[in-house]
């Protein structure tokens, strides 16, 4: 039970919908399940007023995927709920993936229609992937997207993502990947930290405040401990006594103070008076509660020094799916596409390219068949990577920093209309030829 | 590597945030960390526009205190990242939560101010769970309140979940529970099927359509392996030829078909007709394809025999997370509570009830001091059970089937405006005395 409930379990094989097994089923037992297939992932659309997706999960997709066995346990489960028979509980039993997957790499830009990850391999096997790559995909994705805009608006300025309690556990540290991916500068969250390598911040709650029999003697304890460079939380009970106390506590060589509600930048205003009339210049203020990339934005003018982000960055700031789908576009060299009418989608293996001004400003993605590539210009990018080869991670993947790294140089291309926080179209146009 | 992508860490100790540990350290250090505190769970207000929620992760919270324990591979990632002393590192090695715990059972409605769960116990033991508590309530709460708006607009129409490849991919599996719970018939997740007996559907996706040479040869793979009472899905091509396709493959008895795309309410009237005249009398329409509570009670008066919703479901149908809160409230016997301006809490270890018209109708949620209840009325009902006594769960804890059954009769005890979809105050108010 209690394996269970902490997400134990080493096999991802069941973080999947029930269907793709029983079309497994069916597809082994008319043949047709060794076709040769190319299922492509792709975002219709951005979400509402959206100029630009951030691309992240990759990484933690090619792990998941090494993870993907059928373990006596899965096979149990499965055969006790009669999922599927007995057939294909033997074919499963040997399952691993061995096809080819080519994708953009973390902390690209994607557009509506982007080929963010192509997977080639048998139906059988690549169609098992469905479920558990969107659901990477479109979480880490969402998360990068928003935490991106939150970046851009804090202009340099130091992020802390600490949002973990208000997202599923394990989504916690996976967002937390997400934002620093897209320049948050450290998290909250410890799991994440040992995962992942990001460095975590964390100093006090008002818990600890009120815990103490004044607002002094938290303080008092909390730099015996901590030091004098630590951040001390002002306002339990009354901001500008907090403010007192603290410097009178910790000297002006206070660290930071933490303000975690009412108005931000008024309270963040009086704060910088108070604290340069004690002395504590270079004492730092950071803010946090409810901050979004719109408040964080509307801050910029503030002697504002570092932001604390939660719920708006692990929710994705009102798009908490990136909407990505993964869709069957070729059978053994053949294009197919869904025609009814409502979901028109394209057939054949595709490419990318994002086609640049010479001043190095993107103009257009340009989405076209893989064998059936534009002329090329000058300042074109080939956007896919190879990401697996015959089931295995390729080497020399890129890293989290390369990502971050990628994200930066991404944003810097962009028109500037692509950067605003205001409602528009998206920032390029895709091509489809 | 592979190990902890999968999230498959016994422990759930680092699903925390960096401070909960520091605060420790410092409270150890001055003596005030086995000072006995009492915290409470609670939503300052619910949703913009809700009128009621749900709560929901509170067995999974029992579940997950009971892994949370520091065992080596924890301590040396605490001490190689310096996040505290060796004092500390010692104290945590001997640590498990030895505390109670009450709160609102699964399935339970809340309202701002419940205190929907209440943790007692030394304040080092108390606060290091406040994340993860928090983290499994916020989601599992938001996905439940959702969930159970769709399942009244539903009316008794079974709900399919099939969100999980738009959420976390563990996430996935907490909103499959959580949409169950909430009154969803079944789900296509297989892990929410092994860890909490959910059952589990799920035919085919277009992709396996594709795959054929021809519709009808899909259909009848689908068919020899699945027999006739099985779902086709028609909308890959042309509807009408779809469903015309799929009645002479199958027969008359073709157990359903699935509509994915398109104006559902149209499609399935003219589906409702087609079939008819194809002598399918029986042949159920299941819809799916973006659907939330609107769009299911828009469907109400059209011939719809189940609905499968993913996106909003996981989501939260625009509230991604309950944004409950975890407060100290009581230390040594004294109530505390935060008194800057903006975010009043109020202190004291609280009770609460709801009272009732004789008729059974909810009148008020009235919150209140433990140890001074107001004086008892016919049809008041008590909120909180005991939960956990001395760090072991109590006995018999409802089950989840409780749980669907619990929300059940809560929803019938709402006023007639509570379960309105539209946007309103909460459907009852609540009294703090």
């Not at 080639?120 to 990477?136: D, H, K, N, W």
Request: aromatic share 6%; with cysteine.
């Amino acid at each position: 039970m209690s394996s269970s409930a902490s997400g134990s379990s080493t096999s991802t094989a069941l973080l999947t919908d029930h269907y793709e097994l029983t079309m497994l089923a069916s597809a082994l037992r008319d043949g047709t399940a060794e076709r040769e297939c190319v299922f492509e992932v792709f975002a219709r659309r951005l979400p509402a007023g959206r100029r630009y997706g951030v691309v992240a999960g990759t990484q933690r997709i090619l792990d998941a995927i090494a993870d993907f066995r059928f373990t006596d346990a899965e096979l149990a489960q499965l055969e006790q709920t009669a999922v599927v028979d007995s057939a294909t509980l033997d074919w499963l039993a040997d399952y691993r993936f061995t096809g080819d997957i080519d994708g953009y790499p973390e902390g690209e830009l994607y557009f509506p229609g982007s080929p963010v990850l192509t997977v080639r391999g048998t139906f059988a096997e690549s169609v098992l992937l469905e479920t558990l790559v969107l659901s990477i995909l479109n979480y880490d994705s969402a998360v990068a997207s928003a935490a991106a805009r939150m970046s851009a608006a804090a202009n340099g300025r130091p992020i802390i993502e600490m949002g973990g309690r208000r997202a599923h556990e394990y989504a916690a540290v996976a967002a937390a990947r997400a934002a620093y991916l897209a320049g948050f500068a450290t998290t909250s969250n410890l799991e994440a930290g040992r995962r992942y390598g990001i460095p975590t911040r964390g100093t006090v709650a008002h818990a600890f405040i009120l815990l103490h029999d004044t607002e002094e003697a938290a303080f008092r304890a909390q730099i015996e401990k901590m030091g004098t460079d630590t951040t001390l939380l002002v306002d339990t009970y009354d901001i500008t006594r907090g403010i007192e106390t603290a410097v009178r506590v910790a000297g002006p060589e206070l660290g930071a103070i933490r303000i975690d509600s009412g108005d931000l930048g008024v309270l963040a205003r009086q704060a910088r008076e108070q604290l340069d009339a004690l002395g504590a210049k270079d004492t730092r203020i950071v803010v946090s509660g409810d901050l979004d990339e719109h408040a964080i934005a509307a801050l910029r003018a503030e002697p504002v020094d570092a932001y604390g982000v939660g719920t708006s960055v692990v929710t994705g700031s009102g798009a908490p799916t990136a909407g990505m789908v993964y869709k069957l576009v070729e059978v053994n060299g053949r294009p197919v596409a869904k025609r009814s009418e409502h979901k028109a989608s394209r057939g054949g293996r595709k490419a990318a390219l994002r086609r640049h001004k010479p001043t190095g400003t993107a103009l257009e993605e340009i989405v076209y068949p893989v064998n059936n590539p534009p002329e090329p210009e000058e300042h074109d990018k080939q956007l896919q990577i190879p990401l697996m080869r015959a089931g295995q991670p390729v080497d020399d993947l890129p890293t989290l920093e390369d990502a971050r790294q990628r994200l930066r140089h991404g944003l810097v291309s962009l028109p500037w209309e692509g950067l605003k926080l205001s409602s528009g179209d998206p920032a390029i146009p895709t091509t489809f030829l």
